[in-house]
T-cell receptor
């Protein structure tokens, strides 16, 4: 069964410090991974997807198949990065793309 | 372009009752999926609809059912409510050929007493 693990429930860092939100997955096939973010009083929204290999709001995430990880990183944290972050893995069944398996989330707090 | 809207935002039911939650997809999206988010947990996939048919389902019992309408709006129905059904129910719309890129609504908070 596929699984997404975010080991940190809460991560607090100071403004300007580097940030790394950890995500590990378990999946037998070729994984497609995403990071979703929920800012205070806003809806859950897509931050980035690994196949795009893009940087969004200064965040990047690299898929490491050897370590089965997809950690989210930012070199210099900003106060507006404070939010709930979820790592997610695309599911596939016989009928094609299915839903997403989400981790439990990491609450990131950026202290001034 | 309107985003995903859900109704009602909050509701309270008692054990054994039935509930219907509604969702209006983002304009142009042909796929809708529903997620259950319990307190302190990540969203958990319930099912997905495309072309008015269920084409994917998570580990939820048959008392969770849904509908998708020709205008791509959707309903989630839950029968015989249990206390553990208390959660935030999220609707998400997307395009079938762009899996994983979901646009979420704000959710319907269900409390079962």
């Amino acid at each position: 069964a596929q699984r997404v693990t975010q080991p940190e429930k809460l991560l607090s860092v100071f403004k300007g410090a580097p940030v790394e939100l950890k995500c590990n997955y378990s999946y037998s096939g070729s994984p497609e991974l995403f990071w979703y973010v929920q800012y205070s009083r806003q809806r859950l929204q897509l931050l980035l997807r690994h196949i795009s290999r893009e940087s969004i709001k200064g965040f990047t995430a690299d898929l490491n198949k050897g370590e089965t990880s997809f950690h989210l990183k930012k070199p210099f944290a900003q106060e507006e990065d404070s939010a709930m972050y979820y790592c997610a893995l695309q599911q596939y069944s016989g009928g094609g793309a299915d839903g997403l398996t989400f981790g439990k989330g990491t609450h990131l707090i950026i202290q001034p | 372009e309107t985003g995903v809207t859900q109704s009602p935002t909050h509701l309270i039911k008692t054990r054994g009752q039935q509930v219907t939650l509604r969702c209006s997809s983002q304009s142009g999206h042909n796929t809708v999926s529903w997620y259950q988010q319990a307190l302190g947990q990540g969203p958990q996939f319930i099912f997905q609809y495309y072309r008015e048919e269920e084409n994917g389902r998570g580990n939820f019992p048959p008392r969770f059912s849904g509908l998708q309408f020709p205008n791509y709006s959707s309903e989630l129905n839950v029968n015989a409510l249990e206390l553990d059904d208390s959660a935030l129910y999220l609707c998400a719309s997307s395009l079938i050929y762009v899996p994983g890129e979901l646009f979420f609504g704000e959710g319907s908070r269900l409390t079962v007493l």
